[in-house]
């Protein structure tokens, strides 16, 4: 079946410095969120790009809808310590008209004060 | 507030009970959605519904059943045939139709414990 492919696995930051993930398929996609789960919650919808090339900005995170369809970017900058989570991809298949969406592994953010 | 609510958060039950999950949203959303997340892994989808009475497998529905008897209410039940079924479930909700249909929207989830 169709997989998303999301780096790093984790990362280990200090306070202040950027932050950067990606996430790949061999597929191409329609549509890619990006989520942020804290621990023991559900995951809450930070970002969502719908047009190859797009760049979407929300406070202090940017992401980008890669232009080739298959790759999509989140970066944090001057993280701070609550930028502590999971961080989930997500992508929409074409091929499907329900709603379904295919979720990469996540990346585990911490970040030291 | 609208949003999506899900009970109890945290659940313990012996091995061979089933056990139902609740969620309820106010969203006004069509669809609805139930997610698995183990330690370490991503979501994985076992059941979705788009519409009022209908319902569709997702990659891992074997040893779950739902219903849609409201738009508003999707519960899951978790059966003894579920093989493994200590877990983190998830229920979500998206809009169709339109662009934003994938945006999903979670719930704050429940902890099954089985043993």
């Known amino acids: 079946g169709q997989q998303l492919n999301q780096s790093p696995q984790s990362m280990f930051i200090q306070e202040g410095e950027d932050v950067s993930m990606n996430c790949t398929s061999s597929?191409?996609?329609?549509?890619w969120l990006w989520y942020k789960q804290d621990p023991g919650e559900g995951p809450v919808l930070l970002i969502a790009?719908?047009?190859?090339?797009e760049l979407t900005s929300n406070g202090r995170l940017t992401a980008q809808f890669g232009i080739t369809r298959k790759d999509s970017f989140l970066n944090i900058s001057a993280s701070i310590p609550s930028d502590v989570g999971i961080y989930f991809c997500a992508g929409q298949i074409p091929s499907s008209n329900t709603g379904k969406l295919i979720f990469g592994q996540g990346t585990t953010l911490q970040v030291k004060p | 507030d609208g949003g999506i609510t899900q009970s109890p958060k945290y659940l313990f039950r012996k091995e061979g009970q089933n056990v139902t999950l609740s969620c309820e949203q106010n969203?006004?959303?069509?669809?609805m959605y139930w997610y698995r997340q183990d330690p370490g892994q991503g979501l994985r989808l076992i059941y979705y519904?788009?519409?009022?009475?209908?319902?569709q497998k997702g990659d891992i529905a074997e040893g779950y059943s739902v219903s849609r008897e409201k738009k508003e209410s999707f519960p899951l039940t978790v059966t003894s045939a579920q093989k493994n079924p200590t877990a983190f479930y998830l229920c979500?909700?998206?809009?169709?139709?339109?662009?934003?249909?994938?945006?999903?929207?979670f719930g704050p989830g429940t902890r099954l414990t089985v043993t």
């Open positions: 979500a909700s998206s809009p169709i139709p339109g662009q934003r249909a994938y945006e999903q929207y």
């Open positions: 969203l006004n959303h069509d669809a």
């Open positions: 519904s788009q519409i009022v009475n209908d319902f």
């Open positions: 597929s191409i996609f329609n549509t």
């Open positions: 790009l719908y047009k190859a090339g």
